[in-house]
């Protein structure tokens, strides 16, 4: 069954100036752990800002959990558990306090739905007393996590839940997702950390306010239409340069410590250049796409088609 269902959503801002989201699609299943990948200042807030009911779209339609986001409005909000990507708890108040005050929103209590927040709030418990604002950021992540779940939604939407927390806390998120969707919530999450796609059963990728490609993880590498290889030096910034003049380079891209590469022609006509060039301690090979590098080659063949 279909949980979330977009049908061509627009959202401008500034009297029509700014186009934040052009005529967005797709559909999450029941139960499905969902990912909007993208940059920031690509859309997702505002999407998930639009299915959580906090804004109106300028036109197309959605439905969450069966019920349209325009006309049922009060429905969806008793159904929708939302983590914005700001804090937005109340720092003054306790965590315990924080819980209480959001079960009492949706008439319920830490008792009632304990079970479905206990492996996320026993973390937190020993600093009940607390005052949210001193939490760190990993602390503020499980608390407002635990807030959003309080009263059982059926749909979480979590719009960069991850970003300004350190590697341990990430991972730790990521594992009680898996957890939540075992109970059978569909959970929609947006990031711009391209690495966390893989952690989706599908994704969403998204640039400008418009989706790019729909898919699961796997299903968008294994469709990187060339070969792809990596390439270092001791002259990288130099050598990113000469690769992105050469007739011999269809791309080139800085990633990390090496560049991502792929040809127009063979690694060995590649190679000859380069060592012709004074190139003498080239170490290349070849490798299995990731996500980002999908992601800046569907970016650049639409940035392509808008020149010709």
């Excluded at 970003?163 to 009680?176: I, L, P, Y």
């Excluded at 990187?224 to 990113?240: A, E, N, R």
Aim: hydrophobic residues 40%.
């Amino acid at each position: 069954m279909i949980d979330v269902e977009l049908q061509n959503i627009t959202k401008t801002y500034e009297k029509g100036k700014v186009k934040a989201v052009n005529k967005v699609s797709f559909l999450v299943e029941r139960g499905e752990l969902f990912g909007l990948i993208g940059p920031d200042g690509a859309g997702k807030t505002s999407i998930f800002r639009m299915l959580t009911t906090v804004l109106l779209p300028d036109s197309g339609k959605a439905n969450v959990n069966g019920f349209d986001i325009v006309e049922d409005f009060k429905e969806i909000r008793k159904r929708v558990g939302y983590m914005p990507g700001k804090f937005s708890l109340y720092q003054d108040l306790s965590v315990e306090e924080n819980l209480i005050f959001f079960a009492t929103l949706f008439d319920t209590t830490i008792k009632e739905n304990y079970d479905l927040i206990k492996d996320i709030y026993v973390q937190i418990e020993p600093f009940k007393h607390r005052r949210a604002g001193k939490l760190s950021g990993g602390m503020k992540q499980k608390l407002a996590l635990c807030c959003a779940l309080i009263h059982r939604p059926k749909v979480l939407f979590l719009d960069e839940p991850t970003t300004g927390v350190d590697a341990v806390s990430r991972k730790e998120f990521w594992e009680m997702l898996k957890r939540l969707k075992n109970e059978g919530i569909t959970i929609l999450v947006s990031t711009p950390y391209m690495d966390e796609a893989s952690l989706c059963e599908r994704i969403a990728l998204i640039q400008h306010g418009e989706i790019l490609q729909v898919d699961t993880p796997d299903n968008i590498v294994e469709s990187f239409p060339d070969d792809l290889y990596k390439i270092k030096s001791g002259k990288m910034s130099h050598l990113l340069k000469k690769l992105r003049i050469s007739e011999h380079v269809k791309s080139a891209f800085a990633f990390g410590e090496s560049h991502h590469i792929t040809l127009n022609h063979s690694t060995e006509n590649l190679l000859k250049e380069l060592k012709e060039k004074g190139y003498e301690d080239i170490e290349m090979e070849k490798i299995r796409p990731e996500i980002e590098d999908c992601f800046i080659q569907i970016t650049q063949k639409n940035a392509n088609k808008e020149l010709i």
